[in-house]
């Protein structure tokens, strides 16, 4: 058995070619990587194509009359004879599309009687998704169980491979939300800054802190190699109890005070200075972000006052930082001068927001919203359809 393909592969396509070999040779092939058609020696073929690269072979794909893939992680596969040998023929229009054809077979494969044809479960097939981004999210509510699973490499592994296996695309990790105060701000988790001493995560080491950020970056490394596009959602900025406290017994009388495993120092009057140099840092700690994801009213701590002036500081840096760098800003009580503000700055917002509130969503948009948020901008389309449309993308 050969498998044909151009080197070097990006991450995710060499991944799924991987998994390809992994299933043939579970069962009883010998498995040869070549990088080019005609192939001695073997009895069988795979040849393994991204449309949109310059193979020394592309001739043969267009003599035999396969396809190209049409879109982004679009992907054809066909079984053919090559040369009176068996041969499947995996193209993709990009190297997720290549990954997405090479898991299928390889799952395929693994399906097949253990002797004979390993390609008899495999089609030919021609395709491209309906949706472009199909995304998950964690959150890191509970401290023991996030860093349970932070640390765990084998976890995020196994993980990440079935949600490349599901073509999930895009994960999105949210710090905070409404837990009494652990990631508000998530930034001392990974660093502290010297221009503002008095801002930690009480209790935590400095080596926590590079722990942390190994960790983290590591996550995100292995998400990248699945094909999965990874999203920092920050949704605290500061802790001042009330809502953000989740529920939790006693989680209010926390703010403003040093408790251990919470941020202290960070103040009304160092508010947006701080989170500006903090989230600059955070995209140099962590380049390999593909996005950001902020909330933006009472929720997260601001009050109505600090909002206007805080998002203008923010978004004008990371436009500096990341100036083609996808930001979702959160819809609930989102002021139209704010996403005016965004767009004048040329910042790439999408606002975003939820369908089903915390329900479990069915498959459908709400037909009513609750009465008492009716005129609220607080979940499905709200006033962001407004004429002239006040945003670019709303999802």
């Not at 498998?3 to 070097?8: Q, S």
């Not at 996403?339 to 709400?366: C, N, S």
Request: aromatic fraction near 10%; hydrophobic fraction near 40%.
């Amino acid at each position: 058995m050969g498998i044909v393909a151009d080197t070097p592969l990006a991450r995710p396509a060499a991944y799924g070619l991987d998994k390809l070999q992994d299933a043939l040779q579970s069962k009883g092939f010998e498995v040869q990587r070549l990088t080019q058609v005609p192939a001695a020696g073997v009895d069988s073929l795979i040849i393994a194509d991204v449309a949109s690269a310059a193979r020394s072979d592309a001739h043969l794909l267009k003599a035999l009359n396969v396809p190209l893939p049409e879109g982004p992680e679009s992907l054809v596969v066909r079984r053919i004879e090559l040369e009176d040998k068996p041969a499947v023929i995996l193209r993709g229009s990009d190297a997720r599309g290549l990954m997405y054809a090479a898991l299928d077979t390889a799952d395929r494969v693994l399906w097949s009687e253990r002797t004979g044809d390993p390609f008899m479960r495999v089609r030919d097939t021609q395709e491209r998704p309906y949706v472009l981004e199909r995304a998950v999210s964690i959150y890191t509510m509970q401290r023991a169980y996030f860093e349970s699973r932070l640390y765990d490499e084998t976890y995020w592994q196994r993980y990440f491979e079935m949600l490349a296996r599901s073509r999930i695309n895009s994960f999105v990790v949210v710090f905070g939300y409404e837990n009494g105060g652990f990631m508000a701000p998530p930034y001392p988790y990974f660093f502290d800054m010297a221009q503002f001493p008095q801002v930690k995560l009480v209790g935590l080491t400095a080596e926590q802190q590079r722990r942390n950020t190994a960790a983290f970056r590591r996550m995100i490394e292995i998400a990248h190699a699945h094909g999965i596009d990874f999203t920092a959602a920050i949704w605290d900025h500061i802790y001042r109890g009330g809502v953000q406290g989740g529920g939790i017994a006693g989680a209010s009388e926390k703010a403003g005070k040093p408790t251990e495993g919470l941020v202290w120092g960070v103040t009304a009057e160092n508010l947006a200075t701080y989170n500006k140099a903090a989230i600059r840092k955070f995209l140099e700690v962590f380049p390999e972000l593909d996005a950001l994801q902020f909330r933006m009213h009472g929720e997260s701590g601001l009050k109505r006052d600090e909002m206007t002036g805080f998002w203008h500081e923010v978004f004008g840096m990371i436009h500096q930082m990341r100036p083609d760098m996808p930001v979702d800003i959160r819809a609930k009580e989102l002021p139209d001068e704010i996403i005016a503000d965004g767009l004048d700055q040329t910042l790439q917002i999408r606002v975003a927001t939820k369908y089903w509130m915390e329900q479990m969503g069915l498959p459908f948009h709400p037909t009513h919203i609750n009465r008492q948020n009716q005129h609220d901008r607080r979940h499905g389309p709200a006033a962001a359809l407004g004429r002239p449309r006040i945003c670019p993308t709303f999802c």
